[in-house]
């Protein structure tokens, strides 16, 4: 489960960029290659150097060539982009992890802070209580570190604590749940929620239209309905359905748990004994809503997922149930935001881009996984 709201500066949904797609645009300032391989992208860019750190982690075994190929060619330049050594000392804190979601996005900060002999990190305790989450930033502030990479429990509450940072001069980079003043950070990176469903719908519309389905039942089911998160997906799912001429006909919600994801299912199954297409938005759920469908013996229809997790990836690739896709929430972001605290720090841009400093936000794209690119993102992706 991920809870980001828009930040300041990021379109709103409503203001989308032309795809060659099928279905509803995508925004146009979206970075595809941070779905996989995000921190790949910044090497890519700025010829970064990689290798040991304080943090003691290392690189995962049997990572892919990619992976391996970006490590080479950034401990190849380490002179170029740090000629004097500096040591850059950055602290990291994130929500408790208490699902595979986030689990992953402190893990994948940890084997990207091992990749770079220059940055010094200081991993705080994950906490879902807020004012100890504040209590660990103040005490990064104290040791003045160069930067913090901040996934919030609560972007609001944190808000206050992060200005703090940013007025002490340190480099701040926000992540996911974005905080409520834009002066209490210098980056932003986030998953793009609206866009999530926009991925999902395309997907389910275009391959309905394909079976020349014209009047196809679509059941949806949604994390936790009160969130914004959940807002957001939904509506980019009710959007790009519109375009194909199609709506959902069942939503209901789940938990974000295996055990809501089961019985919401088993619920809906018996409410609607036909469905042609059913959309999940979480993978962690997605576990329980994968067995109610195996006990209830439905198979007429397929089911597109959403986060992107590894057990969902090794289904899709399996092709031996009504799984036949996901859509990725990156949960590569943290390492994502490790590498651009770095170069905030040693002042480096991007690479390929024209200007000087690294830019204000990212958001992330939500790509779809399919059978036919599965063997691309399961090297990032998390255990549900």
Same mark, same amino acid.
């Given at each position: 489960?991920?809870?980001?709201?828009?930040?300041?500066?990021?379109?709103?949904?409503?203001?989308?960029?032309?795809?060659?797609?099928?279905?509803?645009?995508?925004?146009?300032?979206?970075?595809?290659?941070?779905?996989?391989?995000?921190?790949?992208?910044? /090497?890519?860019?700025?010829?970064?150097?990689?290798?040991?750190?304080?943090?003691?982690?290392?690189?995962?075994?049997?990572?892919?060539t *990619?992976?391996?190929?970006?490590?080479?060619?950034?401990?190849?330049?380490?002179?170029?982009?740090?000629?004097?050594?500096?040591?850059?000392?950055?602290?990291?804190?994130?929500?408790?992890?208490?699902?595979?979601?986030m689990? *992953?996005?402190?893990?994948?900060?940890?084997?990207?802070?091992?990749?770079?002999?220059?940055?010094?990190?200081?991993?705080?305790?994950?906490?879902n209580?807020?004012?100890?989450?504040?209590?660990?930033?103040?005490?990064? %502030?104290? /040791?003045?570190?160069?930067?913090?990479?901040?996934?919030?429990?609560?972007?609001?509450?944190?808000?206050?604590?992060?200005?703090?940072?940013?007025?002490?001069?340190?480099?701040?980079?926000?992540?996911?749940?974005v905080?409520?003043?834009?002066?209490?950070?210098?980056?932003?990176?986030?998953?793009?929620?609206?866009?999530?469903?926009?991925?999902?719908?395309?997907? %389910?519309?275009?391959?309905?239209k394909?079976?020349?389905?014209?009047?196809?039942?679509?059941?949806?089911?949604?994390?936790?309905?009160?969130?914004?998160?959940?807002?957001?997906?939904s509506?980019?799912?009710?959007? *790009?359905?519109?375009?194909?001429?199609?709506k959902?006909?069942?939503?209901?919600?789940?938990?974000?748990?295996?055990?809501?994801?089961?019985?919401?299912?088993?619920?809906?199954?018996?409410?609607?004994?036909? %469905?042609? /297409?059913?959309?999940?938005?979480?993978?962690d759920?997605?576990?329980?809503?994968?067995?109610?469908?195996?006990?209830?013996?439905?198979?007429?229809?397929?089911?597109?997922?959403?986060?992107?997790?590894?057990n969902?990836?090794?289904?899709?690739?399996?092709?031996?149930?009504?799984?036949?896709?996901?859509?990725?929430?990156?949960?590569?972001?943290?390492?994502?935001?490790?590498?651009? *605290?770095?170069?905030?720090?040693?002042?480096?841009?991007?690479?390929d881009?024209?200007?000087?400093?690294?830019?204000?936000?990212?958001?992330?794209?939500?790509?779809?996984?399919?059978?036919?690119?599965?063997?691309?993102?399961?090297?990032?992706?998390?255990?549900?």
């Open positions: 489960m991920s809870e980001t709201d828009q930040p300041p500066g990021i379109a709103a949904p409503a203001d989308v960029g032309q795809s060659p797609a099928a279905g509803v645009p995508r925004r146009s300032f979206l970075f595809g290659g941070f779905a996989f391989g995000a921190s790949a992208f910044l /090497a890519a860019c700025t010829s970064n150097s990689v290798g040991g750190t304080s943090a003691g982690a290392s690189s995962p075994a049997g990572s892919t *990619a992976s391996s190929a970006v490590i080479s060619s950034s401990a190849s330049s380490s002179a170029a982009t740090n000629p004097g050594g500096k040591m850059v000392k950055i602290g990291f804190s994130a929500p408790a992890a208490d699902h595979g979601w689990a *992953a996005i402190t893990d994948h900060a940890k084997k990207t802070v091992a990749k770079f002999p220059d940055i010094q990190a200081n991993f705080v305790e994950g906490t209580d807020v004012n100890q989450q504040i209590s660990q930033v103040e005490t990064l %502030i104290n /040791a003045k570190v160069d930067a913090i990479v901040l996934l919030p429990f609560d972007g609001a509450q944190m808000t206050d604590v992060a200005k703090k940072a940013t007025d002490a001069g340190i480099e701040v980079v926000n992540v996911d749940r905080f409520s003043s834009p002066f209490a950070y210098r980056t932003y990176i986030g998953g793009d929620n609206y866009g999530m469903g926009v991925s999902a719908g395309n997907y %389910i519309g275009q391959r309905l394909d079976a020349k389905i014209s009047n196809p039942v679509i059941a949806e089911i949604q994390g936790i309905a009160s969130l914004p998160l959940t807002v957001d997906r509506k980019g799912f009710s959007d *790009a359905l519109k375009s194909f001429g199609f959902v006909s069942n939503q209901v919600a789940a938990e974000f748990t295996a055990d809501s994801g089961e019985s919401t299912t088993a619920n809906l199954l018996q409410a609607a004994p036909k %469905i042609d /297409a059913i959309w999940n938005h979480d993978d759920q997605g576990v329980g809503v994968l067995a109610a469908i195996e006990s209830a013996g439905r198979k007429e229809f397929f089911m597109v997922g959403g986060a992107g997790s590894a969902v990836m090794r289904a899709i690739k399996a092709d031996n149930s009504v799984l036949k896709a996901t859509v990725v929430y990156p949960s590569t972001q943290a390492s994502s935001g490790i590498e651009l *605290a770095r170069l905030l720090v040693l002042e480096k841009g991007l690479g881009l024209q200007e000087i400093e690294v830019p204000k936000s990212f958001t992330l794209f939500s790509a779809v996984v399919s059978k036919e690119n599965v063997d691309k993102y399961l090297p990032s992706a998390f255990e549900s």
